[in-house]
């Protein structure tokens, strides 16, 4: 199905899009008075044959055999034209859009004819046939960034380049008075050469001719475009390009910065430590809230992005820049006389990565229901092998769904399987038949890693267990986990479980995989009315439903004092943001905090299991 906001195909039975997260069920059935694709085969004015089309948002977009030569072109039309346009009569003798025709396929070919940059769609001609008014192109490569972004790691100077080239053509088309609004990985095609190339024109308006109200992309407009701020302008596509580079740099999806977020995007050297300083203040700059605190347009931003040094951050790990330094100079010496015998061995100081934590842990069945379908664990290990030191902390909290009689055993075999996985990866038995896989040294992407691999792990068990009898089809669980590498902190996430991490402020980590959430990151729901919904139990992505699922990964950086809380939708749907802080600050003991949040639910109601694990950083 075609996303009608991004244009991205996805799976016929999504529910929502995969790029930007817009809703997909309205997809299906076209706008009063949209023009349907024309059919394969059919011909435009003698000029054109018609090989496939599709529907992409307001456009129909064809890929066609020109007349003429036998060459293979692109035709876009404006499917849904703001007011009847009827084209002169001799539209049919004319090769550029006349000058009433104010279509966004008109737009496109002003915007984008002669432009003077590889990096836009190289438009050709304009035509008239059937009374509708086509824009004439070269045909795009077959893989989107979308596409390019699901492979490695993109290196500083790779992400360098991929920012140059989405600059320079959108200050052509700032050059040329218009605007893009529409910057995102669905809209922009990588050729066999690398050449970068920005598609996704469905959006494009005059600077000088803005409308009152904007089609938005959930994680890549910015907030003018909702409201916030004042009108779009050249900074809104800036900080499109922005989001598009923070994505590539730290893999985390701009989608998790909600609205309710207030487009507070964590600094790149939080989740992608190895990030060239200059790099991560050019790109943070660009996702400024105020458009004042911005680059003020694509060309600003270009020039600062090819004079920012990739050179990363010097500072051994371990080590403060000042010892370093001192290291580096210090001049060398013949080596001492070993002391005869000293009265004690030397102290060995215990590495950060064994910092103690004070995690508490809860669990009831509520006030209404008979069975406790909820699980949870908790698995601290240390090993020291060749004097090299390992250590985790796995957190989790699930919640069964599907009947009494196997929502529990799902939640118990998702935690049990994930446990086994995690152990099993971070301390294999290798034989001389096995060959150990080989880790990240990065221990962000190590623990990412791990987290997805146990998951999907876990996802297969439960599926599996759930198609040797009919009776337990549809049985699942939520899942929320969290992996701690101190300071570096990964959770993994399906369904409606959630997770706060508590540092200067309150950050709701997790997204919920409900309806009802995503009608609030839409704008569609307040929170207190998404709360009381009678839909707010509906999920739409959840363990063990189907044999694949996808996994929401994120990571935060710790500091000391912050606390975090994992707990099922029997806990957070009885208390506010505001709440949930005074809780969590309420006492030293992460035990007594688990213990007055599961009373004080209970208090209130409890029609559902309740479960919580809290965790404090000393």
């Not at 992309?217 to 580079?245: C, K, Q, T």
Request: proline content about 7%.
């Amino acid at each position: 199905m075609i996303c009608p906001s991004c244009g991205l195909e996805n799976k016929p039975d999504a529910t929502y899009c995969d790029d930007c997260g817009a809703v997909l069920a309205e997809a299906a059935a076209a706008p009063a008075g949209r023009r349907a694709p024309l059919p394969m085969g059919s011909t435009l004015g003698e000029r054109y044959t018609i090989e496939s089309g599709e529907a992409r948002g307001p456009l129909n977009v064809y890929e066609a055999l020109r007349s003429e030569d036998g060459a293979r072109v692109r035709l876009i039309e404006d499917a849904e034209p703001a007011a009847p346009f009827e084209p002169p009569a001799d539209a049919a003798s004319l090769t550029a859009p006349a000058d009433e025709d104010d279509t966004r396929a008109a737009r496109i070919y002003r915007s984008l004819k002669g432009a003077e940059s590889a990096h836009v769609w190289e438009v050709n001609g304009y035509c008239y046939a059937e009374g509708r008014g086509f824009v004439e192109g070269a045909v795009l490569p077959g893989n989107s960034l979308h596409d390019h972004l699901g492979g490695d790691r993109l290196d500083a100077g790779e992400v360098q380049a991929l920012g140059m080239s989405l600059l320079e053509g959108i200050d052509a088309l700032h050059q040329r008075g218009y605007l893009h609004l529409g910057v995102q990985p669905g809209s922009i095609f990588v050729d066999a050469g690398g050449t970068v190339i920005l598609d996704g024109y469905d959006r494009l308006v005059a600077q000088d001719r803005l409308p009152s109200m904007f089609s938005v992309i959930e994680g890549y407009s910015a907030p003018e475009a909702y409201g916030v701020g004042g009108m779009p302008g050249p900074a809104s596509d800036v900080f499109g390009v922005g989001a598009i580079l923070y994505y590539a740099v730290s893999r985390r999806a701009p989608t998790e910065v909600s609205r309710e977020q207030f487009f507070v995007f964590p600094p790149l050297s939080a989740t992608a430590p190895d990030t060239p300083p200059d790099l991560e203040r050019v790109i943070m700059k660009a996702l400024s809230k105020t458009t004042a605190n911005r680059w003020a347009s694509a060309g600003e931003m270009l020039q600062a992005l090819s004079e920012a040094s990739l050179e990363p951050a010097r500072v051994p790990v371990g080590v403060g820049a000042a010892s370093a330094a001192a290291q580096e100079t210090k001049p060398t010496r013949a080596a001492a006389p070993m002391p005869s015998a000293p009265s004690q061995p030397p102290a060995v100081p215990l590495p950060q990565t064994f910092l103690p934590y004070d995690v508490g842990m809860k669990s009831h069945v509520g006030c209404v229901r008979s069975v406790n379908q909820d699980s949870m664990l908790v698995m601290s290990f240390a090993a020291w092998e060749r004097s090299i030191p390992t250590s985790a902390l796995l957190c989790i909290v699930a919640d069964g769904m599907g009947g009494e009689a196997e929502g529990d055993k799902a939640s118990s075999l998702a935690i049990r399987s994930m446990a086994e996985y995690v152990l099993r990866n971070n301390i294999p038995i290798v034989t001389g038949a096995e060959t150990m896989k080989l880790q990240s040294r990065d221990p962000v992407e190590r623990m990412e890693e791990l987290l997805r691999g146990s998951m999907e792990h876990a996802n297969r068990t439960i599926f599996e267990y759930s198609q040797k009898d009919p009776s337990r089809r549809g049985m699942g669980s939520t899942l929320t986990s969290l992996m701690i590498d101190w300071p570096h902190a990964v959770f993994g996430h399906a369904g409606d479980t959630r997770a706060y991490l508590l540092g200067a402020e309150l950050d709701q980590v997790t997204e919920d995989h409900s309806l009802v959430g995503k009608l609030v990151r839409l704008g569609q729901l307040t929170r207190e009315e998404a709360r009381n919904s009678p839909q707010r139990s509906y999920l739409y992505r959840a363990m063990g439903t189907a044999g694949e699922l996808e996994i929401d990964v994120y990571s935060r950086r710790m500091k000391r004092g912050d606390r975090i809380l994992i707990c099922s939708d029997g806990v957070w749907e009885y208390f506010t943001d505001e709440e949930i802080v005074a809780y969590m600050q309420r006492s030293s003991s992460a035990q007594q905090t688990c213990e007055a949040l599961i009373e004080e639910t209970l208090r209130r109601g409890a029609d559902d299991n309740c479960t919580a694990i809290v965790l404090h950083v000393p």
